[in-house]
């Protein structure tokens, strides 16, 4: 074993030195091809062509790894917001995206910045994202970075100068509420992206992936995902397929959904881009038409000719999908053994709780199998590829208590495929929520932003059903909830699958029961395992047995998955920190998160062998109440404003420490600009936008009244026990 390491640790010098001799980002399909052969390089979000985030290197192993420790750090700087990008590194250079689609190049060695790249995003798109200000990555094409800005802006950078070399529009419609929040994929002459928004308004977004000409940035072509309302025209035939399974009569408000917002795939030999679909807008599908239409090609797996942009084969995974089962989760390609012969596949652990492997080339359905608890149907009929959906739990009749939860069963965090010991490591989210139809259910909230007429309520140690059930309605006991599977009802764990005997080889536990959102998953050939946690640590675990062989204190809530690399022989690990995605939505942060402990701040921290303990970030301050203005509002202003606080602001503003501010602490000059933030955007750099095209001055003032009746609540329960303390 030594002499094999320290003959690959002079092959990964020798490589290192011929690195040094090529051009910033020197990345094209025959070097991508041959990504096994330059293991100190990640090429990709995945790192090489097929997706895999696993790496060949073996410096760091089984055997040496109780000695990783701090590298070095970087400050990816303010707002202070979720990071969900994997750094890619070519030739001893890191690039990485940060909040709104910043570009970051740093020496990958020290951390030193080598240029920072503002896209300078039209700040009106900020509050489109369901999900946080986030951004998943970037690519690279011979000497190019290419990102996509949280306004839709598709940038092309110089990767040695990083400016500018062009930017494209993306974006179809500026009145809808898109976005971009995946990273770009390279598919032969083409970039590739997606976009974001099928959560969001009262009607969604309509979904599409567009294409550019890399060297140029020409548009090439245009995939829509769903159909365009009756009476428009179909802007590719595929799209005549897809209107036969929605309701003829549905509304021209109606856009639809279906948009692809991460996890694409590109296979060079068959020149197939793939991309997953979320979920129909509304969730509700009979808002916009009756009947069990299946609504194409939302919560789908699709493959298009990355040429034309002509569909090669469709899956959909969630039929008439009325759970938010986007089926947009990392695609992975591998070559497996099926039934004898070997098969060039694609497999996905879909939100919707079911691990799909599909033959890439023609699309056939080899195997679906629940990787974690699903009670929103009984499995998957392979011969029609249909879910047999579990009746029993339909929420349009009662609160139904459905496993996953909109978070899914796997969502957007990597997952690692090692092929040499075929097991898939899945970060795992074992939780439910309730589905409320808020049309029929009998409360006053009849609509919340990214939910649209229903809401998806989890049933975490915040539930409260008798408080809530003026705002939605009944809601089941939390003792009834707990009777439809053993064990925690919230949990996250870290699984290594087998997707050939479709079991789960071994396990760990992860969060501590508050959905903390633990991070995505590197596996390397040193018998490694990294995940990070929302706890602050970075876990390293045995691939083969789990066996945890190493745990790194960050003090930085860890969501996106490690990279790893050398530089002039010495492998490092890498990883970008910081809390918010999805969680921007769910309340506070738990008390399990570090963000609960330290300031989030935004960093890349890198670890390798030898080094030493990792700087945490400065103590975590919780605001203390202000006294609020004088309330002027009567009673049923103030009702109300907490009915539009709950509908339009409760998606980003939760009551309790947060990422974002708790608005029952303002300031009086936040007090006085309240108006001005809301209707005219005076702080949008943050990321907070005007709301003028939605609330009125009169909901504005509501609101305001509800928030300020809620910090006099606030205050005098401070103010009370602050008297009592000797």
Not at 35 to 46: C, K, L, M, R, V
Not at 135 to 144: E, F, Y
Not at 319 to 330: C, L, M, N, S, T
């Amino acid at each position: 074993m030594k002499k094999l390491l320290l003959v690959f640790g002079v092959m990964t010098a020798i490589c290192g030195a011929l690195a040094s001799a090529r051009p910033p980002a020197d990345v094209d399909g025959v070097r991508l091809a041959q990504a096994a052969s330059e293991p100190g390089n990640w090429f990709t979000g995945g790192r090489d062509a097929d997706q895999t985030y696993h790496s060949p290197l073996a410096l760091i192993n089984d055997s040496n790894v109780s000695q990783l420790g701090f590298a070095w750090q970087y400050d990816l700087g303010s707002p202070r917001r979720g990071q969900e990008a994997t750094p890619v590194v070519v030739d001893g250079v890191m690039y990485t995206s940060g909040t709104f689609g910043y570009v970051y190049a740093l020496d990958a060695a020290t951390g030193r910045e080598l240029w920072r790249y503002d896209p300078k995003p039209d700040y009106r798109a900020a509050r489109n994202p369901c999900c946080d200000l986030v951004n998943r990555g970037v690519a690279l094409w011979k000497g190019r970075v290419y990102v996509a800005a949280v306004d839709g802006m598709l940038h092309a950078i110089n990767a040695k100068s990083g400016h500018k070399i062009w930017a494209v529009d993306t974006i179809a419609d500026h009145h809808l509420p898109y976005s971009s929040t995946g990273a770009p994929i390279i598919a032969g002459d083409k970039v590739v992206i997606g976009n974001s928004g099928s959560d969001m308004g009262h009607d969604g977004v309509r979904g599409y992936v567009s294409a550019y000409d890399v060297r140029t940035g020409r548009f090439a072509w245009r995939f829509y995902t769903v159909p365009p309302t009756p009476g428009h025209r179909f802007e590719h035939p595929d799209l005549a397929q897809a209107a036969k399974t929605w309701d003829s009569k549905r509304p021209a408000r109606s856009q639809g959904g279906g948009t692809a917002w991460d996890g694409f795939a590109y296979d060079a030999k068959l020149n197939i881009v793939y991309f997953g679909t979320a979920n129909a807008a509304p969730y509700d599908l009979n808002e916009v038409g009756h009947g069990q239409f299946d609504a194409l090609y939302t919560a789908s797996i699709l493959a298009v000719n990355a040429k034309t942009g002509q569909r090669v084969w469709h899956y959909q995974t969630t039929p008439h999908d009325e759970y938010d089962f986007d089926a947009v989760q990392k695609l992975v390609l591998a070559d497996l053994p099926v039934d004898g012969q070997t098969r060039h596949v694609i497999m996905q652990a879909s939100k919707n709780g079911f691990f799909y492997v599909i033959d890439r080339a023609s699309g056939e359905l080899l195997s679906a199998d629940n990787y974690t608890y699903v009670n929103w149907a009984k499995g998957v009929d392979l011969k029609s590829g249909r879910p047999i959906v579990n009746e029993a739990n339909n929420w349009h009749d009662k609160p139904s208590n459905i496993y996953p939860s909109w978070a899914g069963g796997h969502t957007w965090m990597p997952m690692s495929w090692n092929a040499k010991n075929r097991l898939m490591y899945i970060p795992v989210i074992d939780v439910p929520n309730i589905w409320v139809d808020l049309a029929h259910n009998g409360g006053r909230v009849k609509y919340v932003d990214g939910f649209f007429t229903v809401n998806g309520i989890m049933p975490d140690d915040s539930y409260d059903p008798e408080g809530s059930a003026s705002l939605y309605g009944p809601m089941p006991s939390l003792e009834s909830l707990r009777k439809e599977r053993p064990g925690k009802m919230i949990r996250e764990l870290l699984r290594a699958w087998d997707p050939l005997a479709k079991k789960v080889v071994w396990e760990h536990e992860t969060g501590s029961g508050n959905r903390s959102y633990d991070g995505g998953v590197l596996s390397t050939d040193g018998n490694l395992v990294f995940q990070g946690r929302g706890s602050g640590e970075l876990w390293v675990y045995a691939a083969d047995t789990g066996k945890v062989l190493k745990v790194i204190k960050t003090g930085s809530h860890i969501m996106a998955a490690p990279t790893t690399y050398t530089v002039n022989g010495e492998q490092y690990v890498a990883v970008q920190v910081g809390y918010g995605g999805a969680a921007i939505s769910v309340g506070p942060f738990p008390a399990s998160s570090a963000t609960s402990h330290y300031e989030n701040v935004n960093r890349v921290l890198a670890f390798k062998l030898n080094g030493g303990d990792v700087p945490t970030p400065p103590p975590a301050v919780i605001p203390p109440f202000v006294e609020p203005p004088t309330q002027t509002a009567d009673a049923a202003t103030i009702h109300h404003g907490e009915e539009l606080f709950i509908q339009e602001c409760s998606r980003c503003h939760q009551f309790g420490p947060s990422i974002t501010p708790d608005l029952r602490k303002l300031n009086p000059g936040l007090h006085a600009m309240f108006r001005d933030i809301l209707l005219k955007g005076a702080v949008a750099p943050t990321g907070m936008e005007s709301f003028a095209d939605i609330l009125s001055s009169e909901e504005v003032d509501a609101i305001h009244a509800y928030l300020i009746d809620e910090g006099w609540k606030g205050w005098r329960e401070q103010e009370a026990a602050r008297s009592k303390t000797p």
